[in-house]
């Protein structure tokens, strides 16, 4: 379990971090106009730096929202399941759906990522150093989902180990709009 729980604070380091990348973003796209109209210079280098900076920032995006566990969930069934049962289901998930899709990010973007990463690729319209950069994104976006998937399968659920446990509130299946009669 220890490496779970270092695996995990890893994880939501890289988390953390991650959501500050919205900042420079905004910043480095919202300058382009006044760089490009006011400067006239540097505004397709901000440009090509905020597309890298945003790969990262949707690469970490994607597993904080799995780690929230805000993605969309299908709630008809499951809503009067037990904690436990949708714990159960979720793993479940996890293991069949998410794990595949992050072992075949790695393998079938190998063609993609590394001649990208040994040629140090440039952006294509500006020549500007570090579009490889995105490239490596789709490697980060998919370890780290494979990183939250080991957690998720791992570690088990507060509902299984408590039987008396409410459903957490940051349950993606929770906050689906109550159905029609309900409470």
């Not at 597309?51 to 566990?69: C, E």
């Not at 949708?86 to 079938?108: E, M, N, Q, S, T």
Request: no cysteine.
């Amino acid at each position: 379990m220890f490496a779970i729980g270092f695996l995990d604070r890893a994880v939501g380091f890289v988390v953390s971090l991650g959501r500050w990348l919205a900042l420079p973003v905004v910043v480095l796209l919202f300058l382009q106009w006044p760089l490009r109209d006011l400067v006239r210079a540097y505004s397709r280098e901000a440009n090509d730096i905020g597309q890298w900076v945003f790969a990262l920032y949707i690469a970490v995006s994607f597993t904080a929202a799995t780690r929230a566990r805000t993605h969309l969930a299908a709630d008809a069934v499951a809503h009067d399941y037990a904690p436990g049962t949708r714990a159960r289901i979720w793993r479940l998930g996890v293991l069949v759906a998410l794990v595949p899709w992050a072992l075949f990010l790695l393998v079938a973007g190998k063609n993609l990522v590394l001649p990208s990463i040994a040629l140090l690729e440039r952006f294509p319209d500006t020549s500007n150093p570090g579009y490889f950069l995105i490239k490596i994104a789709l490697w980060f976006m998919a370890g780290l989902a494979l990183a939250q998937a080991v957690i998720d399968i791992a570690r088990p659920q507060e509902s299984e180990v408590r039987p008396d446990a409410k459903a957490t509130p940051s349950s993606s299946v929770d906050r689906v709009v109550p159905r029609p009669g309900a409470g």
